[in-house]
């Protein structure tokens, strides 16, 4: 299981990407990858657990889970008020 920390995250078009510990590409996160019922989404900030898959335009995470929730934030943030 890779950790990382979400770079950014769209909740309006449900997708984002992951910088993974230690270095390396960044990884798609969709939300249907998002462990957990209801509304799934992530901030930016937070600190995630994963699965990484090859999809098909390279890697992907699945079974993300968040580990540590970034502090709320003002501003920045690409989802919906």
């Given at each position: 299981?890779a950790?990382?920390?979400?770079?950014?995250?769209?909740g309006?078009?449900?997708?984002?990407?992951?910088?993974?510990?230690?270095?390396?590409?960044?990884?798609?996160?969709?939300?249907?990858?998002?462990?957990?019922?209801?509304?799934?989404?992530?901030?930016?900030g937070?600190?995630?657990?994963?699965?990484?898959?090859?999809?098909?335009?390279?890697?992907?995470?699945?079974?993300?889970?968040?580990?540590?929730?970034?502090?709320?934030?003002m501003?920045?943030?690409?989802?919906?008020?």
């Amino acid at each position: 299981m890779a950790t990382g920390t979400v770079k950014w995250f769209n909740g309006e078009k449900g997708f984002g990407f992951i910088a993974v510990e230690g270095g390396g590409k960044d990884v798609f996160c969709h939300f249907s990858a998002i462990v957990g019922d209801g509304y799934r989404n992530l901030n930016e900030g937070d600190e995630v657990e994963f699965d990484v898959e090859q999809g098909a335009k390279g890697p992907q995470a699945k079974n993300v889970k968040v580990t540590r929730a970034a502090a709320p934030s003002m501003g920045g943030s690409r989802g919906r008020y």
